[in-house]
């Protein structure tokens, strides 16, 4: 079974299931890579921010493929959001990727209350790197409804994709479908809440009802809503199951159940974008 590709609204595609690398260790990151472009997976969501991105050109390497048969994703750290902090992190990202381009770059958080709120001068940055060809398509992540509202009243691209925490819990319902009426494709991060769904009696009973393991119930719920998802693992049998969720689907009971388990707001594990000021050093 092969995995689907998602055509962005830049006219370019991406593979719906792909690998994330984050909180892998640089130097466990090629292994891991390579393991997960073994088993077929070939798409890779890293960022600056995790210090990994030589150890994925590394891992595609060691897996005897090309730059060009692997979709790469990167993000602009929080640091280098100023024009000319920027072009050197793009530059810098390119030569740890060791390519002349990204698949998706992505400013990684808003920062709305840091560089005086404009992010729109980083967005008119990232523009300038898609006519560059330094990336391919750009988009956001982390961004809420009134960040996407200010990018779309003061600058003339729409972003491809905006990545944000989404699982079962926490459906982010409103920035979604923003994305959704407006041509953004929805990237979920933590799709399995780094396991802190998998015991959800609602999604084990899913699960036995399939013959699947509840990880793959909750990664085919992404793929069936139509996101772009990609798991992280470094346990090799982990990221194979995690590839393995095309050969079955989900009811319609199935897909009401799980959406019935979203906690809005409370369900939220990570940091709340409008506040999230963190500048790594
Ligand atoms: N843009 C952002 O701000 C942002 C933030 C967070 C994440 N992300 C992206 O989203 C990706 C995924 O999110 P995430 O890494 O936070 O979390 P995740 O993929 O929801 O979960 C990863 C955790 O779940 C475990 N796991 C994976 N597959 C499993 C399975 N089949 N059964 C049981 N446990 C399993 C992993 O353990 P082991 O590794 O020990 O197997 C790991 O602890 C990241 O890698 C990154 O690319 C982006």
Excluded: C
């Amino acid at each position: 079974m092969s995995v689907p590709n998602i055509t962005l609204n830049d006219g370019h595609e991406i593979p719906q299931l792909g690998f994330g690398v984050f909180q892998i260790p640089p130097d466990e990151t090629a292994e891991a890579v390579k393991v997960a472009l073994d088993a077929g997976y070939r798409h890779i969501d890293t960022a600056e921010m995790y210090g990994n991105e030589q150890g994925v050109a590394d891992g595609i390497a060691a897996a005897g493929l090309d730059r060009a048969d692997v979709y790469i994703t990167s993000k602009l750290n929080n640091t280098f959001h100023e024009p000319d902090a920027a072009r050197k992190a793009m530059a810098g990202t390119l030569e740890k990727l060791g390519s002349d381009y990204v698949d998706l770059f992505l400013i990684h958080w808003p920062l709305p209350t840091l560089y005086g709120g404009d992010y729109v001068s980083t967005w008119n940055t990232m523009i300038e790197f898609q006519k560059a060809g330094y990336a391919r398509s750009i988009g956001v992540s982390n961004f809420q409804v009134a960040h996407l509202e200010r990018l779309a009243a003061e600058t003339d691209v729409v972003p491809a994709v905006n990545q944000i925490e989404l699982h079962p819990y926490f459906h982010n319902a409103a920035v979604a479908a923003y994305g959704k009426e407006h041509g953004i494709d929805t990237e979920p991060w933590s799709p399995i809440a780094q396991g802190r769904v998998l015991g959800d009696p609602v999604l084990t009973e899913i699960a036995a009802a399939h013959g699947k393991s509840t990880a793959q119930v909750v990664l085919r719920w992404h793929i069936q809503l139509g996101y772009i998802v990609f798991p992280k693992s470094t346990t090799p049998a982990r990221i194979r199951e995690n590839f393995d969720i095309f050969d079955f689907e989900l009811t319609p009971a199935d897909m009401a159940a799980i959406g019935a388990l979203d906690k809005g707001e409370a369900g939220r594990d990570g940091p709340n974008p409008d506040t999230f000021a963190y500048l790594p050093t």
